[in-house]
């Protein structure tokens, strides 16, 4: 849309991606792959980038633990200055806005974001040790309480206020598995139906193994640039970051939250307007600028087919207890109202933690310049992330064009 | 024949057990804040508040239920399955529960309900039941049983 600004001052140059799958290599490989694909967009040479950010992988080691120098000399050291980010599944997001706040202070010219992550099989878990002060280890010893089962809690609360059913939950894989099939970079192409995903084994009531994401390999990459740099470049129109949103809830979080046990009281304060994930969208939508109504398109973190629909709630495409009758209108559909998940979303991706929420910025970033090939949103001139990780970690990022 | 040995809490004054076993929160002298599972820092998590101790507290046995789901498949490590060898692992129940003191808290169900006992807003009580047994002997934990209406 027109008469968006947002802040302006920080440009995506380019972006690249390395596909999503189990390709059982290391985490080094999949993002030097989504590195260069994103400079060879920008028409960035490497030897130019001043700045360098990685998404911190917490599973590979200690290359994964200082991943940014990691990925800098798998390019070959050129004297960047680096930095590595984590932010548990908000990684991406943070390691962005890190970025972006060096280019808005004047301090980088020419940044290069990279996450890539090489995962396990299966449920993911915590660290091996006994810890008995670490909330992420008391949940899996007390109560045995795994991911997909605080993303079943939500989903059940969906059904038990809002009369969502098992069939919209399944809808929502049925669409982004359509919206996926063209997507070079998903790990999943194939169309999945309500019967597939009501057939497949209930891993935490109410969630289907097809409601719940898997988790993935794979790497994407952003190069951001200021101002002065996208116009040596030549880049007419580009597509601008106008929000990075990376909030922390605000006391007390009185909705449960991965990994804690319980929510804070509120004993002595009174719980606040918005919740969490609420203030992640409202933050971005203040720095841009913007309100949910100018948002053409949004892809929203859906580990769970369910936890989709509470993101276009929380950030303001419909009203609290409506996300159901927009699914069921076809309006997050591409070619809807508001498309939701236009790549796929995680149920064609699988999660890469360091690498998801630049994927997400990505696809916006495609879909902005419409290059969305076989998935584009007609017209799309303003797209919002949402993402939320363990322990206080979210982010949106607003992108215009 | 030798005795078995004696029950003792997975985690250490979480809860209380006997008759009418509670939770057990830290709160704050200062502001009344309370914190589950009970916090062993000194400072304060209000932050409009110095406070700098907590007292134990035992919290309200009732509440209701903010949402439930299960466990269809076996948690990996460090779940400790309550089954002894060559048994069945048995799916179990789990409870997110709104107290009246305004926090909710996750607890497992209690052995023999499922999520078929509960709804959003149902209500339910609190009861200590042993979780599993390790080198020590039985660890027991907390629970949330359906109050039959
Ligand atoms: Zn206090």
């Known amino acids: 849309m027109s008469g968006v600004s947002g802040r302006s001052g920080v440009v995506v140059a380019g972006v690249g991606m390395h596909p999503w799958g189990k390709w059982g290599r290391s985490f080094v490989e999949y993002g030097v792959h989504a590195a260069r694909r994103a400079l060879a967009d920008a028409g960035v040479a490497w030897a130019d980038v001043d700045l360098v950010v990685g998404g911190e992988t917490v599973r590979n080691g200690y290359a994964g633990y200082v991943a940014g120098s990691t990925f800098a000399q798998a390019l070959g050291w050129n004297g960047a200055r680096v930095a590595t980010s984590y932010a548990a599944c908000a990684t991406g997001a943070q390691a962005i806005d890190t970025a972006r706040a060096r280019i808005l202070a004047g301090l980088s010219d020419v940044a290069l974001v990279v996450g890539a992550d090489t995962t396990p099989k299966g449920f993911l878990k915590p660290n091996a040790g006994e810890r008995w002060d670490d909330p992420d280890w008391l949940r899996f010893r007390v109560l045995g309480m795994t991911n997909p089962m605080y993303f079943a809690l939500y989903a059940r609360r969906r059904m038990d206020l809002y009369g969502a059913t098992s069939e919209d939950f399944a809808a929502v894989k049925v669409k982004n598995a359509r919206h996926g099939l063209a997507n070079d970079n998903a790990r999943y192409r194939k169309e999945v139906s309500v019967e597939d995903v009501l057939a497949s084994a209930v891993v935490s009531d109410p969630l289907h193994l097809l409601d719940i994401c898997a988790t993935s390999d794979g790497a994407a990459a952003v190069v951001l640039v200021s101002d002065a740099c996208a116009a040596r470049l030549g880049l007419a129109d580009p597509v601008r970051v106008a929000a990075v949103s990376t909030v922390t809830p605000t006391y007390p979080q009185a909705v449960i939250d991965m990994p804690l046990l319980a929510t804070d009281s509120t004993a002595a304060v009174a719980a606040g307007e918005r919740t969490f994930k609420e203030s992640i969208g409202a933050a971005a939508y203040e720095e841009a600028g913007i309100g949910p109504e100018d948002v053409d398109v949004a892809e929203v973190y859906d580990l769970s087919t369910a936890l989709e629909l509470d993101w276009m709630e929380d950030l303001g495409l419909c009203a609290r207890g409506e996300a159901e009758s927009l699914l069921r209108a076809g309006e997050t559909t591409i070619g809807g109202r508001i498309p939701v998940n236009p790549s796929g979303g995680l149920a064609c991706f699988g999660e890469a933690v360091p690498a998801q929420a630049i994927a997400q910025v990505c696809e916006l970033a495609w879909q902005l310049r419409g290059q969305a090939t076989g998935r584009q949103v007609e017209g799309a001139r303003v797209g919002v992330t949402a993402n939320q990780g363990l322990f206080g970690h979210g982010s949106s990022v607003v992108l215009v064009r | ?149």
């Open chain 2, 1 to 149: 024949m030798t005795s078995s040995p004696p029950a003792t809490p997975v985690v250490e004054g979480w809860f209380t057990d006997g008759a009418e076993p509670a939770l057990i929160a830290a709160r704050c002298t200062a502001c009344g804040d309370l914190v589950f599972p009970p916090t062993a820092a000194a400072a304060c998590r209000n932050p409009r508040c110095a406070g700098e101790e907590h007292e134990a507290v035992a919290l309200s046995r009732r509440g209701r239920v903010w949402s439930c789901t299960d466990a269809q498949y076996q948690p990996p490590a460090p779940y400790v399955a309550p089954q002894t060898e060559g048994e069945p692992w048995r799916p179990f129940a789990l409870a997110a529960v709104e107290l009246p003191e305004g926090l909710v808290v996750l607890g497992q169900v209690a052995d023999g309900f499922g999520v078929g006992d509960l709804r959003v807003d149902s209500e339910v009580e609190l009861v200590v039941e042993v979780l599993h047994v390790d080198e020590s002997g039985p660890r027991t934990t907390y629970r949330w049983k359906p109050v039959a209406s």
